[in-house]
């Protein structure tokens, strides 16, 4: 005995006994004895596609499932209200599909964006790949990195620079400063002349921008960047360099003058808070 039974959202579980085609068809036709098996494989599995669309037209009745027939033809043929529904659907999916190419590109327009604040954020590759980019901005060429090396070499109209960057938990430290004059120094065997050094560091990178009140350049190390006429700049110093430059290109002379005079912390940038604003989250 078999049952049908129906689920709330329309579906069917169906619970039949097992059904054997070969033995129902040696039965009708009254044979005692075996099949051969490739013999009797084709004449059973030629009576499953009826048996399965039978089951499936009893199942359609006892739910209630309407089955229209809509041969390729009738196309050709529409009322008035047909063909004016016809053409709505067909207007509301060109306005979907135009709907969705444009959230592609405001999608990508946004993850480009929010990219950019890797300057006040980030760390390795990402905050480096952010600080080329404005150096670039700024008139400069960058050189990537040689194996082995994690300076950007600049080259810009004025002259040439070596970049160190680094994102940190905490404030910059002496070692970074360090570092950046072994680029410069081997940068200087190299030519034969000693280009500008550059430390980027986004400091206090997990801390909430506006409650970065703690200097990011230690005064121990300032001497030493000093004497070596070292620019010392902060990522989020940065991301504002870049945000006045776009709004006025010929600021970019200023801005990389700032950065081959300066021989310690650079002074100005820091009026994030007229590009950055504070929005609510809704709970």
């Not at 044979?31 to 359609?60: H, R």
């Not at 004016?84 to 959230?103: D, Y």
Request: proline residues 4%; charged residues 30%.
């Amino acid at each position: 005995m078999g049952a049908i039974k129906r689920s709330k959202s329309g579906g069917h579980l169906i619970l039949l006994p097992m059904v054997d085609l070969r033995a129902s068809q040696a039965e009708d036709e009254g044979e005692n004895e075996a099949l051969d098996d490739a013999e009797d494989s084709a004449e059973w599995l030629g009576l499953a596609p009826e048996f399965q669309m039978d089951l499936l037209a009893a199942v359609s009745q006892l739910g209630g499932v309407m089955t229209a027939s809509r041969p390729a033809w009738v196309e050709r043929f529409a009322t008035k209200r047909q063909q004016e529904l016809r053409n709505g659907v067909l207007e509301q999916q060109k306005q979907i599909e135009s709907a969705r190419e444009r959230l592609a590109e405001l999608q990508q327009e946004e993850e480009a964006a929010l990219a950019r604040d890797q300057l006040y954020l980030g760390t390795g590759r990402s905050l480096e790949l952010e600080v080329k980019a404005v150096l670039e901005l700024l008139g400069g060429v960058v050189t990537e990195p040689e194996p082995g090396r994690d300076d950007w070499r600049v080259t810009f109209p004025e002259g040439d620079a070596v970049v160190e960057v680094k994102g940190v938990g905490k404030t910059a430290a002496e070692h970074h400063a360090a570092q950046l004059e072994k680029w410069v120094s081997g940068a200087l065997e190299e030519t034969g002349q000693a280009p500008k050094g550059i430390l980027v560091v986004n400091t206090w990178r997990e801390k909430p921008i506006d409650e970065r009140t703690d200097r990011s350049f230690p005064d121990q190390m300032l001497p030493y960047s000093a004497s070596r006429n070292h620019c010392l700049v902060t990522g989020l110093q940065l991301f504002v360099m870049r945000a006045e430059v776009e709004a006025d290109a010929n600021r970019a002379v200023d801005a990389r003058g700032a950065l081959l005079r300066t021989a310690g912390p650079l002074e100005g940038y820091d009026d994030w808070q007229s590009i950055i604003q504070e929005t609510k989250v809704d709970d």
